[in-house]
């Protein structure tokens, strides 16, 4: 308090309204222990998804980068002029940067609506690409875009929408969510169209690598969410006592990380107790891959009606258009 100088954090009654908190907790009560992959995403989470997305093992972004520059023409057509451009997770704002490229002068988007859970990341982003296209009407909206009561400033969004989500976040949810994401979106784009990368199958040691990086960046990425856990929730873990573990189950078609106990060992969390045994896991994320059908499947089932799909020579990540 402003008295006595010191800062009233962490109190059990402001822990209560915290999501984080509360999903935390819940997924340390469950067995096996669980917690969502947004949660990765504070404002040093993001910066280390975005030195994930320049490593030379990480092939998604570039891969997606070089299809959104060479296709980008044909994706600007079907999008059509003067649309209301939505992004899903938009992060740091770089791949609309290579979209926007690509459209005539007179068929810009006239307005960019970037939705990201990373408040203040969401924020400098967007000043700095309205920076760089004054041109351009930047409204950022900071929620959770699964959560529809979130997203009521897209009432303002009257032209006709078309969604944009790429770097294959779709693959982080669980076939519901991906299902329940696709079914709000085809909604919310109703006379549009989404958007979407879809990283697909492929041999297991290149998705191996993309996860388990020689410089540790992954590892750095996952581990901080026990970090954030610390900062925000006064939580007591020791990072140097959980290890970075990922792999990828070919029969389910994604890679799974998780936080593995070095030790036997007990954490305090907003005040209870959790104990690990040595060698048990807090499943931190899935990365689900897809083939082309599949995935065009899924959108059917939504409620899109799948159309033109773009990909690299090498068949590793696909850009889709979904009309609504
Ligand atoms: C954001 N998302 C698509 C990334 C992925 O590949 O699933 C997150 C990530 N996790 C580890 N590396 C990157």
Not at 103 to 130: K, M, N, Q, T, W
């Amino acid at each position: 308090s402003a008295l006595t100088g010191a800062p009233l954090r962490h109190r059990a009654a402001d822990l209560a309204e915290n999501a984080f908190c509360r999903d935390l907790l819940a997924g340390l009560s469950k067995s096996p222990r669980s917690i969502a992959p947004k949660y990765f995403y504070d404002a040093e989470g993001s910066a280390l998804f975005d030195r994930i997305c320049e490593l030379p093992e990480y092939y998604p972004t570039r891969t997606e980068r070089r299809i959104l520059e060479r296709h980008g023409r044909e994706m600007a057509a079907v999008m059509g002029a003067q649309a209301e451009l939505i992004e899903f997770g938009a992060g740091s704002l770089e791949k609309i940067r290579v979209l926007l490229r690509a459209f005539d002068a007179h068929a810009l988007p006239r307005r960019y609506v970037p939705i990201d859970i990373s408040a203040a990341h969401l924020e400098e982003a967007s000043r700095r690409l309205h920076a760089d296209c004054p041109w351009l009407q930047v409204r950022p909206i900071a929620a959770d875009y699964m959560k529809e009561a979130q997203l009521s400033a897209l009432d303002d969004c009257t032209g006709r929408r078309v969604g944009f989500f790429p770097g294959s976040t779709i693959g982080n949810f669980d076939s519901d969510e991906a299902l329940a994401f696709l079914r709000l979106a085809a909604r919310l784009l109703q006379g549009g169209g989404l958007l979407v990368g879809v990283d697909l199958v492929k041999d297991p040691q290149t998705l191996h690598r993309a996860y388990n990086d020689a410089q540790g960046v992954t590892a750095a990425f996952n581990l901080n969410l026990l970090r954030r856990a610390n900062v925000e929730l006064g939580a007591d873990f020791d990072l140097r006592q959980f290890a970075h573990y990922a792999f990828y189950d070919p029969r389910r078609c994604r890679i799974e990380m998780h936080l593995l106990s070095r030790c036997a060992q007990t954490v305090r969390v907003a005040g209870h107790d959790f104990s690990f045994a040595e060698g048990e896991s807090l499943h931190t994320e899935n990365s689900h891959k897809f083939t082309i059908e599949g995935f065009r499947k899924l959108a059917a089932s939504a409620g899109f009606r799948p159309g033109p799909v773009w990909t690299d020579e090498a068949r590793l990540f696909s850009v889709h258009w979904l009309e609504s």
